[in-house]
C-alpha cells in the first residue's frame, strides 16, 4: 500500500512543486541543503516541542520541515548534477534520526508522569525502525525490497496524527496512533521479510 500510495502522488505532486523546484535550482539551493535543513529542523522541533507537552505546534512544525522530501530529490534531478550516493545516505540518515526524535521527544513528556504508555512508545519505535533496516540489510545484500503495507510516509502520517490529536485534548488518540504504528509495522517488517525470503529461494 505504501508504495503504491507514493507512486500515485508522484506525478501529481511534482507538478505542483516543479515550479518552486526550478526557482530552487536557478539560485543555487542544493538538494543536500534541503535535506540537511528538513532534518535537522524536524529534530529540533521535535525535541523542543513534544518534551513540553506541546504536541499541536510541534506537529505543524515537523509536518513542514518533513515536506522538504518532496523537494530534495526533486531538486537533485532537476539540477546539474543529478543525484548522488552521498546525497542519498545524507537523506536516509536524516529521516531515520528525525523519525527517532519524534518517538523520542512523544517519550521523554511522558517519562515525566510514569504513564504505561512509554512502554507503547518503545515497542513502536523499534517496530518502526526494523522496517527500515530490513530494507536497508537487503538492499545490502543486493537484494530490492521495496513496498510493504507501511513505508515511512504512512508511518508518519499515522504517528503525526495522533500526536495532533493527542495535542488538542482528543483521548486516547496517541495510545491508538502508537498501537497503529506497531501492528502495521510488524505486518509490513513480515512482508519484507518475505521479500527477501522469495528473493533468495
Keep these: 500500500m505504501g508504495i503504491m500510495l507514493q507512486r500515485s502522488l508522484r506525478d501529481p505532486v511534482a507538478k505542483i512543486i516543479s515550479?518552486?523546484?526550478?526557482?530552487?535550482?536557478?539560485?543555487?539551493?542544493?538538494?543536500?541543503?534541503?535535506?540537511?535543513?528538513?532534518g535537522l529542523g524536524a529534530i529540533a522541533s521535535s525535541l523542543y516541542y513534544f518534551p513540553k507537552g506541546d504536541f499541536f505546534v510541534g506537529v505543524i512544525l515537523v509536518s513542514l520541515f518533513v515536506l522538504s522530501d518532496l523537494f530534495d530529490g526533486a531538486v537533485a534531478r532537476a539540477s546539474?548534477?543529478?543525484?548522488?550516493?552521498?546525497?542519498?545516505?545524507?537523506?536516509s540518515t536524516l529521516d531515520r534520526i528525525s523519525d527517532a526524535a519524534i518517538f523520542i521527544g512523544g517519550l521523554l513528556y511522558f517519562l515525566e508522569s510514569s504513564d504505561q504508555i512509554v512502554i507503547l512508545f518503545v515497542i513502536a519505535a523499534f517496530a518502526s525502525f526494523m522496517v527500515s533496516y530490513i530494507k536497508a540489510r537487503a538492499e545490502?545484500?543486493?537484494?530490492?525490497?521495496?513496498?510493504?503495507?507501511?513505508e515511512r510516509s504512512e508511518r508518519l502520517i499515522v504517528i503525526l496524527i495522533a500526536y495532533g490529536l493527542h495535542g488538542l485534548g482528543i483521548e486516547y488518540a496517541l495510545a491508538i496512533g502508537l498501537w497503529i504504528v506497531t501492528l502495521i509495522s510488524i505486518f509490513t517488517v513480515y512482508q519484507r521479510m518475505m521479500i527477501v525470503y522469495k528473493a533468495v529461494s
Design 19 to 38: 515550479p518552486i523546484v526550478n526557482l530552487l535550482v536557478k539560485i543555487g539551493v542544493s538538494a543536500n541543503m534541503i535535506s540537511t535543513l528538513g
Design 80 to 91: 546539474n548534477k543529478g543525484e548522488s550516493k552521498w546525497g542519498a545516505l545524507l537523506d
Design 140 to 150: 545490502s545484500l543486493a537484494i530490492t525490497c521495496d513496498g510493504g503495507l507501511a
